[in-house]
């Protein structure tokens, strides 16, 4: 077989990266949504051409936009969801409970948001405090009683909390890992941060759930690096830091909740979990490049069958509109070429999004109530990891005869 051109080098080993996970072509910023007035001007689009690690089997995307490009004015607060902040007081109240936490920890979250986690531990008078580089976020925060760094983290922001603080016995990174350009740099931050005895959790997309289920839309450029279990030990492993137990949970369309700890500390062995889900992994092939590069059919049937739905439903006069404006959506309907010749709109519960437009597409985007206004037969879901919730606050729909289309994997209508 020729060889592939390098297209750069992995961001946890170091290798030559030349083989193709998925290539979606180009695509804006899927969180820089347009303005009215910014609807003529030209927009930016990047590569969004994800590789595998022939070595250590990182999935991962080229930096081909600078992270500080992409957070410093980030549109996403992760209070408008209540599933998710159901989901945020659930683990505050078990993780209390299980490390025994009170007055005298210290509870540190990076990408602590808006804190809609952080203030379950405010609520109990545990000590917090959030890292966050989104500076029009962090007030939204403070105003919670989350006191919020504005900082990337890394080794060096990990040192100046040290300086002036202490450190955590509790530190949380919930789907923050994907987003983070120098992934060796982080975690050797965490490893710095973490008391001796202190427990480290992570929540992130599961790169298993992605490829089984073919949730290619969760693919965008803010998501540098696709983990399976295997390399999550793997990255963690390099920096000192083992982990002890592992949890499956159903956000974000499969999700890995994983408990790590200073290798040094063996207070904590590991739970039975931890070995059966690496020895499920390695029987799925997570530790063979065939697995990874046969994903890409899989992504352009997707991309089929939701056109042939929509071409369907179109020629039969049938109208569709969009709930949700996140990042997965925008993914999708750039790769898939959906404009308002088949989505007239989409409606989004965010008033930061209201009135504007999605990127790339420019699908206008109006409040929820434009949905009772216009009666659309169809209702496509675009953040299909909240369906449950979508379907039932949308219920109503039913009374005109409207139906929900759910995208992925294969555009099923409910
Ligand atoms: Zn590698």
Redesign the pocket.
């Known amino acids: 077989m020729p060889s592939e051109p390098e297209l750069g080098k992995?961001r946890?080993?170091?290798?030559s990266l030349r083989r193709t996970f998925v290539d979606l072509g180009m695509s804006p910023l899927c969180e820089s949504y347009v303005a009215p007035e910014q609807l003529n001007q030209m927009e930016p689009f990047y590569p969004l051409h994800v590789l595998v690690?022939e070595?250590?089997?990182?999935v991962q995307l080229g930096e081909y936009v600078t992270a500080g490009r992409i957070y410093s004015e980030y549109a996403y607060f992760s209070s408008y969801s209540d599933s998710w902040l159901r989901h945020a007081r659930e683990y505050a109240d078990m993780i209390t409970r299980r490390l025994r936490l009170g007055p005298q920890s210290l509870v540190i979250e990076l990408a602590s948001n808006d804190g809609y986690l952080l203030q379950n531990f405010v609520q109990k008078a545990i000590p917090v405090l959030g890292i966050d580089p989104a500076a029009n976020i962090a007030p939204h925060a403070i105003k919670k009683g989350v006191p919020t760094l504005v900082r990337f983290f890394g080794v060096e922001t990990a040192r100046e909390v040290l300086a002036r603080g202490k450190p955590a016995d509790l530190l949380i990174g919930n789907n923050v890992l994907a987003h983070v350009p120098a992934l060796n740099d982080f975690v050797a931050g965490m490893k710095l941060l973490l008391k001796p005895g202190g427990v480290i959790t992570m929540e992130f997309p599961h790169l298993w759930r992605l490829m089984e289920a073919t949730q290619f839309d969760t693919i965008y450029h803010e998501h540098f690096s696709y983990f399976s279990f295997l390399t999550a030990e793997e990255t963690f492993a390099r920096h000192g830091l083992t982990m002890f137990d592992v949890e499956e949970l159903a956000t974000h369309g499969g999700s890995l909740r994983i408990y790590a700890r200073h290798s040094e500390d063996e207070g904590q062995p590991a739970t039975p979990r931890v070995a059966a889900m690496r020895r499920r992994e390695q029987e799925l092939g997570f530790n063979r490049l065939e697995t990874y590069t046969s994903f890409e059919g899989q992504v352009k049937e997707t991309k089929r069958k939701l056109l042939e739905f929509l071409i369907a439903a179109r020629r039969a006069g049938k109208s569709v509109a969009g709930y949700g404006a996140p990042g997965k959506g925008n993914t999708l309907l750039n790769y898939c070429g959906i404009r308002t010749d088949f989505l007239d709109y989409t409606v989004d519960r965010n008033p930061y999004k209201q009135g504007k437009f999605l990127p790339g597409t420019h699908i206008p985007i109006y409040a929820p109530e434009k949905i009772a206004q216009t009666k659309p037969d169809y209702v496509l879901i675009l953040p299909w990891n909240l369906q449950d919730e979508i379907v039932q606050q949308l219920a109503y729909i039913r009374e005109w005869g409207g139906r929900f289309v759910v995208p992925i994997p294969e555009a099923a209508v409910l």
Do not use: M, P, Q
Not at 12 to 15: M, S
């Open positions: 992995c946890l080993c170091g290798a690690c070595k250590c089997f990182l």
